[in-house]
């Protein structure tokens, strides 16, 4: 199958002065630069989800209508999309309660898609994307093996919050190999979806 990935990268942080877009700015350009991936960028602060409230579980909507538009807006994006990128802070060796929203809104637009995560902290926020990994089988997801782990964010960025130069220059090998990892999983998925 030639036919590109529709890759989309999540950004899972809200908070002001978040330090997760300079790696979602990064991996996003990683991304554009390999083979085969049509890149989509996708921040939870812009789609300001309403708190999850649904009086029936997503799992059993499949007719596309959620019942509030900001979430069928949401949901037409990760049908559309073929494989994910998780960017998630690492908040009390959580991960953040945006992408928990986010994830719990929809349902079946997830279903049968691989997710690599990319995490941040004291950990690499590796702790959250355990967690994450967890609740992605649930979603019916293949999260995969490679990930990116950032040590201690907190020293990659200037006074003002600007990412030093290079500052994530040692990540790029890391996203690289989670992508081409997710590339594979995302092309064998998408032939089954399809058969
Ligand atoms: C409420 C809160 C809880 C945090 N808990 C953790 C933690 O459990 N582990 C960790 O490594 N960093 C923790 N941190 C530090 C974050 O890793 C750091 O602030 C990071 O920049 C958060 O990501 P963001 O700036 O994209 O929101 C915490 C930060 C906040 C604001």
Redesign the pocket.
């Known amino acids: 199958m030639s036919e590109k990935i529709n890759l989309s990268i999540i950004l899972g ?1 809200v ?1 002001i ?4 877009e300079w790696p979602a700015k990064m991996i996003k350009e990683v991304a554009e630069k390999m083979e085969g991936f049509e890149v989509s960028f996708i921040d939870l602060k812009e789609e300001n989800l309403p708190n999850f409230e649904s009086a029936v579980s997503p799992a059993y909507i499949t007719n596309k209508d959620y019942g509030n538009e900001k979430i069928n807006s949401f949901a037409d994006k990760i049908r559309g999309s073929d494989a994910f990128v998780m960017i998630s ?5 959580g991960y953040s309660s945006a992408i928990k929203n986010a994830i719990d809104s929809i349902y079946v637009e997830w279903n049968n898609k691989p997710v690599g995560f990319l995490s ?4 690499g ?1 590796a ?1 959250a994307v355990e967690q994450l990994r967890e609740v992605a089988v649930e979603l019916q997801m293949a999260p995969i093996r490679n990930g990116v782990h950032i040590m201690s ?2 020293n990659l960025t200037d006074e003002k919050g600007q990412l030093k130069s290079g500052a994530l220059d040692e990540y790029e090998k890391p996203m690289q190999n989670m992508l081409e990892q997710l590339s594979w999983w995302a092309k064998a998925l998408k032939n089954a979806r399809n058969s």
């Open positions: 942080s908070r002065g978040r330090f997760g802070p690492e908040y009390n060796h941040y902290g004291s950990a926020g702790r964010p907190w």
